[in-house]
């Protein structure tokens, strides 16, 4: 089936057009500045890109302009609208509401809503995008798939926080975890290229400038990093990871700030970042540390440490791993960051080969011959998994 695939910000609207089965890709862009002035990029393979400054006061604009370029005689890829199959959405977050992607209706919208404390910046963007199509396309069928749905197999160990129970039973809060598309992807990519064992035990690490691991047995999730906001887990290009809390009351009470503030520097200013003070990415961290730089050094430290140690303690508790996953931005494309990773965990059966290592962006097996467990690279196609749900719950 041919599916359009939207990814919708606050002021911006990812898109591919996609084949659902073998994911061709017919098109795909971006639009945005939505509410400003409005900007659309739009690329077909083997063509020159296409920008168009459009104004785009709201999504619907934005969603109407996708589909203006799609049918264009000279630039588009389609006859007419009538060729979408179906609408596949990214919302990031579904809270315990769903444990998988689902045709939206009046109960889904409501239930986004509903979660919308859970994920202020994103659910009301992907709310836009997903009613703008419908107001564009409205006997064409939508799908939402959620960010938060593949974690919902976490067993309560590891997903309640040791607070009050009463806020887990009337406030939903516990761990939720997201990247869960990208997770679930390159997961079962894993477990193909292992050869369909009956018993996996798979660590996925999705690196970039959000950064979550997870730690996978038998394609179910049973922990992972990132928590009731994607904030938590170990420090990434602007977030903080974990912290103790009582940094928050210290610097809350020493500076004045209030809560919007301690989490605009917890969320926008810390990770690589603030330790650094040079670049939330890591090619800048890179040159600055080559060039002498102490704190861009620190910042890289920080963040390999952290990673190893989550991989050893999601080894534990598994009772062992058979295979190391690096995908997302940093984690296909960092030779150098995959191998100081690595290295070190030889004692856990993890061996990595450097000539095998030297690959970016493609997927590849990097683990030395007599590695006990497997080190992939997989690129993630969190496109392709959108598009192949929505898809199977069309059809």
């Given at each position: 089936?041919?599916?359009?695939?939207?990814?919708?910000?606050?002021?911006?609207?990812?898109?591919?057009?996609?084949?659902?089965?073998?994911?061709?890709?017919?098109?795909?862009?971006?639009?945005?500045?939505?509410?400003?002035?409005?900007?659309?990029t739009?690329?077909?393979?083997?063509?020159?890109?296409?920008?168009?400054?459009?104004?785009?006061?709201?999504?619907?604009?934005?969603?109407?302009?996708v589909l203006?370029?799609m049918?264009?005689?000279e630039?588009?890829?389609?006859?007419?609208?009538?060729?979408?199959?179906?609408?596949?959405?990214?919302?990031?977050?579904?809270?315990a509401?769903?444990?998988?992607?689902?045709?939206?209706?009046?109960?889904?919208?409501?239930?986004?809503?509903?979660?919308?404390?859970?994920?202020?910046?994103?659910?009301?963007?992907?709310?836009?995008?997903?009613?703008?199509c419908?107001?564009?396309?409205?006997?064409?069928?939508?799908?939402?798939?959620?960010?938060?749905?593949?974690?919902?197999?976490?067993?309560?160990?590891?997903y309640?926080?040791?607070?009050?129970?009463?806020?887990?039973?009337?406030?939903?809060?516990?761990?939720?975890?997201?990247?869960?598309t990208?997770?679930?992807?390159?997961?079962?990519?894993?477990?193909?290229?292992?050869?369909?064992?009956?018993?996996?035990?798979?660590?996925?690490?999705?690196?970039?400038?959000?950064?979550?691991?997870?730690?996978?047995?038998?394609?179910?999730?049973?922990?992972?990093?990132?928590?009731?906001?994607?904030?938590?887990?170990?420090?990434?290009?602007?977030?903080?990871?974990?912290?103790?809390?009582?940094?928050?009351?210290?610097?809350?009470?020493?500076?004045g700030y209030?809560?919007?503030?301690?989490?605009?520097?917890?969320?926008?200013?810390?990770?690589?970042?603030?330790?650094?003070?040079?670049?939330?990415?890591?090619?800048?961290?890179?040159?600055a540390?080559?060039?002498?730089?102490?704190?861009?050094?620190?910042?890289?430290?920080?963040?390999?440490?952290?990673?190893?140690?989550?991989?050893?303690?999601?080894?534990?508790?598994?009772?062992?791993?058979?295979?190391?996953?690096?995908?997302?931005?940093?984690?296909?494309?960092?030779?150098?960051?995959?191998?100081k990773?690595?290295?070190?965990?030889?004692?856990?059966?993890?061996?990595m080969?450097?000539?095998?290592?030297?690959?970016?962006?493609?997927?590849?097996?990097?683990?030395?011959?007599?590695?006990?467990?497997?080190?992939?690279?997989?690129?993630?196609?969190?496109?392709?998994?959108?598009?192949?749900d929505t898809a199977?719950?069309?059809?």
């Open positions: 089936m041919k599916i359009l695939v939207i990814n919708a910000g606050s002021s911006s609207l990812k898109y591919q057009f996609m084949e659902s089965d073998g994911g061709e890709v017919f098109a795909k862009g971006l639009c945005e500045r939505i509410g400003i002035d409005g900007r659309l739009h690329k077909v393979p083997g063509r020159e890109d296409v920008v168009r400054e459009i104004p785009m006061p709201t999504h619907n604009e934005a969603i109407q302009s203006d370029i049918v264009d005689p630039k588009g890829v389609i006859a007419s609208t009538d060729e979408i199959a179906a609408v596949g959405h990214r919302v990031l977050h579904g809270g509401a769903f444990t998988e992607s689902c045709i939206i209706d009046d109960a889904c919208i409501a239930a986004i809503e509903k979660c919308i404390p859970l994920g202020p910046l994103h659910n009301p963007a992907n709310l836009m995008g997903i009613r703008a419908q107001k564009i396309m409205p006997n064409t069928p939508q799908v939402a798939v959620f960010d938060t749905a593949f974690h919902m197999t976490m067993p309560p160990k590891a309640i926080y040791a607070i009050p129970y009463e806020y887990y039973e009337k406030d939903d809060v516990r761990r939720y975890g997201f990247h869960g990208t997770h679930r992807y390159v997961s079962a990519r894993a477990i193909d290229m292992l050869g369909n064992p009956e018993h996996s035990r798979v660590i996925s690490c999705h690196l970039g400038n959000g950064s979550s691991l997870a730690a996978i047995v038998d394609g179910k999730v049973v922990d992972t990093s990132m928590g009731l906001g994607p904030l938590a887990g170990f420090p990434m290009g602007t977030r903080c990871g974990d912290i103790d809390a009582t940094i928050l009351e210290y610097l809350m009470g020493r500076y209030d809560i919007k503030e301690m989490l605009n520097i917890l969320n926008k200013k810390s990770g690589v970042l603030g330790i650094s003070g040079v670049s939330s990415d890591f090619r800048d961290l890179d040159n540390a080559a060039e002498g730089n102490e704190r861009a050094q620190l910042a890289l430290d920080k963040f390999i440490y952290e990673v190893r140690k989550y991989i050893g303690a999601y080894a534990t508790a598994m009772g062992g791993v058979d295979a190391i996953l690096f995908t997302a931005g940093i984690g296909e494309n960092s030779i150098d960051l995959r191998e990773i690595c290295t070190g965990l030889e004692y856990m059966g993890i061996k080969d450097h000539d095998k290592n030297n690959v970016r962006g493609k997927e590849a097996l990097v683990s030395a011959d007599d590695s006990k467990v497997k080190i992939y690279v997989i690129p993630t196609n969190e496109e392709l998994m959108i598009a192949m199977a719950l069309c059809k």
